[in-house]
């Protein structure tokens, strides 16, 4: 375990040290976090939610994009753990390919057979995905 202080860095300084850093990082609450290596699955994963958002989104003229942009978010969102008001958390289990996760802030629905489409899940397939 580190003794190290942990050093708070600014949005500004995070970008001036990210423009000149060999991997990508994300800021999070002050400290710049090393980002995990993309696989094929990954890449598949996230054009198919990109796909299913611009589908739905398409009337309403928002910009959907993939990554590798740098956005400041004051929500914050994780893999279905949505930010409430007076900071609580709504966990949605989705963990059959017939599930769908709504994003509410956006009003779109994210069917998991849409997203998993084309992408060899294995062993997990037919249990936790």
């Not at 995070?14 to 002050?30: M, P, S, T, V």
């Not at 980002?35 to 928002?62: D, F, K, M, T, Y």
């Not at 959907?64 to 400041?72: E, L, S």
Request: hydrophobic share 40%; with cysteine.
């Amino acid at each position: 375990m580190s003794t190290q202080p942990k050093t708070f860095l600014t949005p500004e300084q995070y970008l001036e040290i990210e423009r000149q850093a060999e991997f990508r990082h994300e800021y999070r609450e002050g400290e710049s976090v090393e980002r995990a290596v993309s696989n094929e699955a990954h890449v598949l994963l996230v054009g198919n939610i990109a796909a299913s958002l611009n589908r739905q989104l398409r009337s309403r003229r928002p910009e959907v994009y993939m990554c590798d942009m740098r956005v400041r978010v004051n929500a914050r969102v994780s893999s279905g753990i949505r930010a409430k008001p007076a900071e609580q958390w709504l966990l949605t289990a989705a963990d059959r390919l017939e599930d769908t996760v709504a994003l509410e802030s956006i009003d779109c629905k994210l069917r998991l057979a849409d997203i998993y489409e084309n992408i060899d899940l294995g062993p997990i397939q037919a249990s936790v995905i």
